[in-house]
């Protein structure tokens, strides 16, 4: 067995490899993780969202950005990709390429069986760590079901759900309300596969 040490990238070797990729990796402590491509509805979920954000701020300065805007923690060195970014602040960014956020407002994800515990767990903590973040949700695939956390005094955060075809999820942070009818438009679901928020399956390659 080799006993080499693996070596470490540093976060500029991974954002100029990073850059010149044809697909997205996230970077934690000095390794790279591809990430794996999205089903149907995921995308589809990810692009009401957006879209419903996009109409909902459109007369505000809060910027929308889709899953290729890349967000670096600082406190942490995580750089991923969420699903769904928005800031409302002037936008700061990691360099003068302008690809890398630093202060988002809100970072939404849309569950996948295989980034659901990664997202819930390690990522989630990783979030909590940015100063500017307000919100931070989390979209079920399989079900019309929205977990929001919102940060609070004392770094505590509050969670509230939104469930069902009729119901609405709010969004103090961007003083706006989003319909789930909207959210899931076109989305159709296998009651035979509910995804279980209870049991989620470990990601493929989660940063630690």
């Not at 600082?74 to 003068?96: K, M, R, S």
């Not at 940060?151 to 103090?172: F, K, M, S």
């Not at 438009?185 to 940063?207: G, H, I, K, L, M």
Request: negative net charge.
């Amino acid at each position: 067995m080799s006993t080499q040490p693996v070596r470490r990238l540093s976060p500029a070797e991974y954002l100029a490899i990073e850059r010149a990729a044809d697909f997205k990796s996230e970077f934690y402590a000095g390794e790279m993780f591809a990430m794996a491509g999205a089903s149907r509805k995921h995308n589809l979920i990810t692009l009401n969202v957006g879209a419903e954000l996009r109409s909902a701020l459109k007369n505000r300065t809060c910027e929308v950005y889709p899953s290729d805007m890349r967000v670096k923690v600082e406190a942490t060195g995580l750089y991923t990709y969420p699903d769904v970014v928005v800031v409302c602040d002037p936008p700061e960014f990691d360099d003068q390429h302008a690809d890398t956020l630093l202060n988002p407002t809100v970072l939404i994800e849309v569950l996948s069986d295989s980034t659901e515990r990664y997202d819930r767990g390690r990522k989630s903590g990783h979030f909590r760590r940015i100063p500017s973040l307000k919100e931070y949700v989390l979209v079920a695939q399989n079900e019309p079901r929205i977990e929001h956390f919102a940060r609070q005094a004392g770094e505590h955060w509050l969670l509230t759900d939104a469930a069902g075809p009729d119901a609405v999820l709010e969004l103090p942070a961007l003083d706006c309300k989003l319909s789930l009818a909207e959210i899931y438009a076109r989305v159709e679901f296998d009651p035979a596969d509910p995804q279980s928020p209870s049991e989620p399956t470990e990601p493929r390659r989660p940063p630690r």
